[in-house]
T-cell receptor, first 119, second 112 residues
Framework: DQQVKQNSPSLSVQEGRISILNCDYT??????FLWYKKYPAEGPTFLIS?????DKNEDGRFTVFLNKSAKHLSLHIVPSQPGDSAVYFC??????????????????FGKGTKLSVKP | EAGVAQSPRYKIIEKRQSVAFWCNPI?????LYWYQQILGQGPKLLIQ????????DSQLPKDRFSAERLKGVDSTLKIQPAKLEDSAVYLC??????????FGPGTRLTVT
């Protein structure tokens, strides 16, 4: 059973426009969410994160939104650039609940969304 | 600050052979992880170390996989004997005080 889902395998966007990548989760005990970017033949690179006590976190062109009631988060990239073309992974972890069935702090990843930004 | 180092970057072996991967985490990071990433999937945790102790190895196939972190710094992951389904990228990550994990470049293993 997938606890973190990225339902769009791919997304194509024109340079300069907004890219919106979506992620859904099922475990309400997750309290920290992260986005990673991965280029071919490289390891995932940490991009941005958000705690469950917030609903928005912004870092330059990247903004992550969290909707806890819907168990949904999204990554917005504005404006999109060709160098943003990569696979983006959403990840979630539980760091504080004593009732969490898994190991605290461990990341559960989605399957990734391949973003292509066309010039 | 140097990142997570891994070697080798690529390895091709035949099934039933053994293979070992090496990881050197970011200096000062006490927590180290090994992940397996199969093509088209997200990374899946194999084992977590805190210093030189195992915190979570519930998803490690212990009949063929083993890992150690003897001095609380470098770590090795071994597969013996390898199966075709072990073909994947093996990622090492480390974590400091925050919740973010930082990944190495990975080792791409092909089992023929």
């Amino acid at each position: 059973d997938q606890q973190v889902k990225q339902n769009s395998p791919s997304l194509s966007v024109q340079e300069g426009r907004i890219s919106i990548l979506n992620c859904d989760y099922t475990n309400s005990m997750f309290d920290y969410f992260l986005w990673y970017k991965k280029y071919p033949a490289e390891g995932p690179t940490f991009l941005i994160s958000i705690s469950s006590i917030k609903d928005k976190n912004e870092d330059g062109r990247f903004t992550v939104f969290l909707n806890k009631s819907a168990k949904h988060l999204s990554l917005h990239i504005v404006p999109s650039q060709p160098g943003d073309s990569a696979v983006y992974f959403c990840a979630a972890s539980c760091n504080s609940s004593m009732n969490y069935g898994g190991s605290q702090g461990n990341l559960i990843f989605g399957k990734g969304t391949k973003l292509s930004v066309k010039p | 600050e140097a990142g997570v180092a891994q070697s080798p970057r690529y390895k091709i072996i035949e099934k039933r052979q053994s293979v070992a991967f090496w990881c050197n985490p970011i200096s000062g990071h006490a927590t180290l992880y090994w992940y397996q990433q199969i093509l088209g999937q997200g990374p899946k945790l194999l084992i977590q170390f805190q210093n030189n102790g195992v915190v979570d190895d519930s998803q490690l196939p212990k009949d063929r996989f083993s890992a150690e972190r003897l001095k609380g710094v470098d770590s090795t992951l071994k597969i013996q004997p390898a199966k075709l389904e072990d073909s994947a990228v093996y990622l090492c990550a480390s974590r400091g005080q925050g919740y973010e994990q930082y990944f190495g470049p990975g080792t791409r293993l092909t089992v023929t």
